[in-house]
């Protein structure tokens, strides 16, 4: 039986879609198909006794047509600072074995890469940037509000891991992992909380 878990952080993603990205919506991607690549940094968490705070992971994915007709491919990414007992614990929560909101996405999986340990780094702020190792680098340029002070916010997007909503915006970077067969341009970015449990 798995482990009680948890994870609250903060999370970045980017995709090659235009600004808003159609899939935080549950519409079919900008070109028709997707790769996106979502950071999350783990402020705190556990699962069981194993504490996670501090560390970071990556999920990739890829798809065509609308992300909830299935079929995706998706590969996953831990930071190579996490411990054996840490890396296996994040394991069993991002490809679903563990419950909650990643058993209900991994039903979408039609493919699984698998899973590497490499440096990921994470940072907040106006400008959100994150990069995993030599594959992926990211900064995101998050779109202002109409009171030219806050961030647009999409609320109740099915992406959003949190509660505060997904500020929404543009990213500058490249995505590419020749061995998993992931390769775009980085052009739409998304910052928000995490707030997961099972």
């Known amino acids: 039986m798995a482990e009680k878990w948890v994870l609250k952080g903060e999370m970045a993603g980017a995709c090659p879609c235009d600004s808003p990205c159609p899939c935080i919506f549950g519409r079919d991607p900008t070109k028709g198909t997707c790769v996106a690549i979502e950071c999350i940094n783990?402020?705190?968490?556990?699962?069981?006794?194993?504490?996670?705070?501090?560390?970071?992971?990556?999920?990739?994915?890829?798809?065509s047509g609308n992300p909830f007709a299935g079929n995706i491919t998706a590969g996953f990414y831990i930071?190579?600072?996490?411990?054996?007992?840490?890396?296996?614990?994040?394991?069993?929560?991002?490809t679903g074995k563990a419950g909650g909101a990643f058993a209900d996405l991994s039903a979408l999986y039609g493919t699984v890469k698998g899973v590497k340990q490499v440096p990921i780094d994470f940072k907040d702020g106006k400008k959100p940037t994150?990069?995993?190792?030599?594959?992926?680098?990211?900064?995101?340029?998050l779109l202002t509000g109409a009171d030219q002070q806050g961030p647009i916010r999409v609320m109740n997007s099915p992406f959003d891991?949190?509660?505060?909503?997904?500020?929404v915006g543009t990213s500058s970077g490249r995505f590419v992992d020749e061995e998993w067969g992931f390769e775009t341009e980085l052009t739409y970015g998304d910052h928000g909380t995490v707030d997961l449990s099972a």
């Not at 783990?42 to 890829?62: C, E, M, P, Q």
């Not at 994150?130 to 340029?141: D, K, M, P, Y």
């Open 130 to 141: 994150f990069s995993v190792g030599t594959l992926a680098t990211a900064e995101l340029e």
């Open 161 to 167: 891991f949190g509660t505060d909503g997904l500020k």
């Open 42 to 63: 783990i402020a705190t968490g556990n699962y069981g006794s194993v504490d996670l705070g501090g560390r970071k992971v990556a999920i990739a994915f890829s798809w």
């Open 79 to 94: 930071d190579d600072a996490a411990s054996e007992d840490q890396r296996s614990a994040l394991e069993s929560i991002l």
